[in-house]
């Protein structure tokens, strides 16, 4: 039997009645655009993060992109970023003929390393988009310090993979201008299909997130500015809102199954392993349980015939990607280029089975002794 990577069928079968209702809520009053549980769903989620605004969109990419546009991103601006992400963290900023700066990442954590930020401003620079990668936020004190000081630039966290968990003792996306995640399936509070969320507590972003979601309109058929069609419909923030009821549980599973990977890396004694470094000042929701590894393929090959999925949470930075190599020279990011080569994440979800985990475990002692 193959260990699922991510096991959304055992939620589902869980929380089967509250979604089950909340879709046939939605299919009775049959408002499937801005219906009553969009309204809903962003108090929830405002409350949540402690956040003063959150504005839902139709995806985490949505979110980064009416981020940017509410911040009047324009071409030949400089937006600092990192090269080990997903591709839409670099694309949207591409996307508005702006440039993102590639920093280089933390060896441990594969966050954006604060320390070489500030040599990397330039006037021409309008913002600074840290990512959550997997699940932990970065250094946002010293990040929001660094912006502080170099003009107000506003920081915009990609908090994509990190919604639930928290930096000294405040919530993942209420930690700087704007925060940004996304509710794909996979990552730690996911709908049925896309969605996403901006959360900001400054009142004229808000404003501008609004209408940039529903094409620049501030009133029906006044066009402001110009925006996007992203809105989340009202099917998918349903389903959140049935899945929310359940979060602070999965969160804690998450953390309890993270942190036992962990422990049993280290009383194992596996050679060749290097398992997450989590800061003492933050909890991670684990989007991923990354472990760094060599001889990533073999290994993976030889876990995946023992029912054993894995996946690559990236193999490639975005400076050596086609479309965006020429915006930066792939050896400025040294330690993105080594992450690439060697990371690979392990079946993870708050479903996952203390004995699947076991067998993870056991079989990765034997391939590495
Ligand atoms: C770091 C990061 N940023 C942005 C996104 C984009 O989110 P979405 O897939 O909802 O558009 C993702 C999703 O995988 C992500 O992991």
């Known amino acids: 039997m193959t260990i699922p990577f991510?096991?959304?069928k055992t939620q589902y079968q869980a929380i089967k009645t509250q979604i089950n209702a909340r879709i046939n809520s939605v299919l009775e009053h049959g408002q499937y655009i801005m219906g009553p549980e969009v309204k809903e769903l962003e108090e929830r989620l405002a409350l949540y993060t402690g956040s003063k605004h959150c504005i839902t969109v139709a995806s985490g990419t949505e979110a980064l992109l009416i981020s940017l546009m509410a911040l009047d991103i324009s071409p030949g601006d400089e937006i600092i970023t990192t090269p080990f992400t997903f591709v839409a963290t670099a694309e949207v900023i591409v996307l508005l003929g702006a440039r993102p700066i590639f920093v280089d990442v933390e060896p441990d954590t594969g966050n954006i390393d604060s320390t070489k930020i500030e040599s990397a401003i330039t006037s021409r620079t309008k913002a600074i988009m840290p990512v959550s990668l997997y699940g932990q936020v970065s250094d946002m004190d010293e990040i929001n310090a660094i912006a502080a000081r170099n003009g107000n630039l506003p920081v915009i966290e990609d908090a994509a993979q990190s919604f639930g968990s928290s930096y000294k003792g405040k919530k993942s996306?209420?930690?700087?201008?704007?925060?940004?995640?996304?509710?794909?399936?996979?990552k730690p509070l996911g709908c049925y299909g896309d969605g996403g969320a901006i959360f900001t507590n400054d009142e004229s972003i808000a404003k501008a997130c609004r209408e940039i979601r529903v094409h620049g309109q501030s009133k029906r058929y006044v066009h402001t500015r110009l925006g996007v069609g992203g809105r989340m419909d009202t099917l998918q923030c349903a389903i959140v809102l049935a899945k929310l009821d359940r979060f602070d549980w999965e969160v804690s599973q998450r953390q309890l199954?993270?942190?036992?990977?962990?422990?049993?890396?280290?009383?194992?004694?596996?050679?060749?392993?290097i398992a997450p470094t989590i800061r003492s000042d933050r909890s991670s929701v684990y989007a991923q349980f990354t472990i760094q590894i060599q001889n990533r393929e073999l290994i993976q090959k030889q876990l995946n015939d023992l029912g054993i999925p894995t996946a690559v949470h990236y193999p490639v930075p975005l400076n050596e990607q086609p479309a965006y190599q020429h915006l930066c020279c792939p050896d400025c990011t040294p330690i993105s280029k080594q992450l690439s080569n060697q990371v690979m994440s392990l079946p993870m979800g708050p479903d996952l089975l203390r004995s699947d985990q076991d067998k993870i475990i056991d079989n990765l002692k034997v391939l590495f002794s």
Not at 174 to 186: A, K, V
């Open 6 to 8: 991510i096991d959304l």
């Open 173 to 186: 996306c209420n930690l700087s201008t704007i925060g940004c995640t996304s509710f794909f399936p996979s």
């Open 257 to 273: 199954i993270g942190q036992r990977y962990i422990d049993l890396f280290v009383s194992k004694q596996i050679p060749g392993i």
